[in-house]
T-cell receptor
Framework: DAMVIQNPRYQVTQFGKPVTLSCSQTLNHNVMYWYQQKSSQAPKLLFH???????NEADTPDNFQSRRPNTSFCFLDIRSPGLGDAAMYLC?????????????FGSGTQLSVL | GESVGLHLPTLSVQEGDNSIINCAYS??????FIWYKQESGKGPQFIIDIRSNMDKRQGQRVTVLLNKTVKHLSLQIAATQPGDSAVYFCAENRGQAGTALIFGKGTTLSVSS
């Protein structure tokens, strides 16, 4: 089945130690998104790629970066994780950025920062 | 069935009741809306969507109503089942090409047998 896959399911890192979260998709969608979801809160958009064009949200901290080496893969890099970065990180895809496009989500990576 | 006039973070219903979950959106230019269901430890799952040129859309056991005058969206679930227990989020497209979905506050639906 076509899907959005996130690895790992759970990630533990140390305060200040760089960490990378991975996302892959078999939907061949043009757009990939990263959302941050803290406990009992709504998902918050960090940034998205439309093909190779990177679109950062204005309030996304510089500590968060992303890479998209090809259509199928997208990575979220947290350069110096703080305790406040502990959250569920959700990857999503859509076929385009035009209005009316559903987002398809992966199961998320739960990040813990010690 | 149980309903809420304003957004509440939790809603508890009995199995078989109808549930109504409300959502207020902020951007009058938003032209597309989606309801997602999120079970514990999982990513959001698409339920139903609606464009701004409609005021009602029905799916299987679910109906979405859109009131653009007061910027209000609701999700109705008929004959609620224990498997419907989850957090429900509404999301809006900000109405500009090149933007993504923005999520509203979630409502936790608890269904008891």
């Amino acid at each position: 089945d076509a899907m959005v896959i996130q690895n790992p399911r759970y990630q533990v890192t140390q305060f200040g130690k760089p960490v990378t979260l991975s996302c892959s998709q078999t939907l061949n969608h043009n757009v990939m998104y990263w959302y941050q979801q803290k406990s009992s809160q709504a998902p918050k958009l960090l940034f998205h790629y439309y093909d190779k064009d990177f679109n950062n949200e204005a309030d996304t901290p510089d500590n968060f970066q992303s890479r998209r080496p090809n259509t199928s893969f997208c990575f979220l890099d947290i350069r110096s994780p703080g305790l406040g970065d502990a959250a569920m990180y959700l990857c999503a895809t859509s076929s385009s950025v035009h209005t009316g496009e559903k987002l398809f989500f992966g199961s998320g990576t739960q990040l813990s920062v010690l | 069935g149980e309903s809420v006039g304003l957004h509440l973070p939790t809603l508890s219903v009995q199995e078989g009741d109808n549930s109504i979950i409300n959502c207020a959106y902020s951007n009058s230019a938003s032209d597309y809306f989606i309801w997602y269901k999120q079970e514990s430890g999982k990513g959001p799952q698409f339920i139903i969507d609606i464009r701004s040129n409609m005021d009602k859309r029905q799916g299987q056991r679910v109906t979405v109503l859109l009131n653009k005058t007061v910027k209000h969206l609701s999700l109705q679930i008929a004959a609620t089942q224990p498997g419907d227990s989850a957090v429900y989020f509404c999301a809006e497209n900000r109405g500009q090409a090149g933007t993504a979905l923005i999520f509203g506050k979630g409502t936790t639906l608890s269904v008891s047998s």
